[in-house]
């Protein structure tokens, strides 16, 4: 089965600042991979597909880049309502979501 | 609007049984492949079983294989799981999912969960 790891598993951070997030794949996933972002009590909500195709609703300061098996997604500048956990998920073989990372206020 | 709207959760004791249900509406859910995902409490997502919109493929997590079905009755506009000899570790919030493009690009709708909790 394809692993998913993401660093940093948390972050503080701050109105405004850039965050990057980074996901890596056990295998080679081509570009399957989509990301989400959930708020507590909420179900998850997709970001990005496809490694960088935004989805549709979602404000431009989120963007996703990579392939293969090294995958980041970027906030280009932190929003009150970013503050949330952010999940990296494969869907190439089957699907396995990544363990998560928590961004919280600095 | 689009919706998914889980039930069927409920107390159950370890190997019992439970049937979860999911209504679609909004959409033309027999277009749609579906998907069920779960998170233990204080825990990540985890990706449970898919189905295909015909209902003719399925594919299961190896930790619930042979236990938990996944089906759909498109007449209905309705996707299941059934779930069988239940354990502690089943314990969680489970969603129902709508694939964004043939199980290529992730979930774009989620229903809002329904609670499976697995305790004697």
């Known amino acids: 089965d394809i692993q998913m790891t993401q660093s940093p598993s948390s972050l503080s951070a701050s109105v405004g600042d850039r965050v990057t997030i980074t996901c890596r794949a056990s295998?080679?996933?081509?570009?399957?991979l989509n990301w989400y972002q959930q708020k507590p009590g909420k179900a998850p909500k997709l970001l990005i597909y496809a490694a960088s195709s935004l989805q549709s609703g979602v404000p431009s300061r989120f963007s996703g880049s990579g392939s293969g098996t090294d995958f980041t997604l970027t906030i280009s500048s932190l929003q009150p309502e970013d503050f949330a956990t952010y999940y990296c998920q494969q869907s190439y073989s089957p699907f396995t979501f990544g363990p998560g990372t928590k961004v919280d206020i600095k | 609007e689009v919706q998914l709207v889980e039930s069927g959760g409920g107390l159950v004791q370890p190997g019992g049984s439970l049937r979860l249900s999911c209504a679609a509406s909004?959409?033309?859910?027999?277009?749609?492949?579906m998907h069920w995902v779960r998170q233990a409490p204080g825990k990540g997502l985890v990706w449970v079983s898919r189905?295909?919109?015909?209902?003719?493929?399925?594919s299961y997590a190896d930790s619930v294989k042979g236990r938990f079905t996944i089906s759909r009755d498109n007449a209905k506009n309705t996707l299941y799981l059934q779930m069988n000899s239940l354990r502690a570790e089943d314990t969680a919030v489970y969603y129902c999912a709508r694939d964004l493009a043939a199980s290529l690009y992730g979930m774009d709708v989620w229903g809002q969960g329904t609670t499976v909790t697995v305790s004697s």
């Open positions: 909004g959409f033309t859910f027999s277009s749609y492949w």
């Open positions: 295998q080679s996933i081509s570009s399957y």
């Open positions: 189905i295909n919109s015909d209902g003719s493929s399925t």
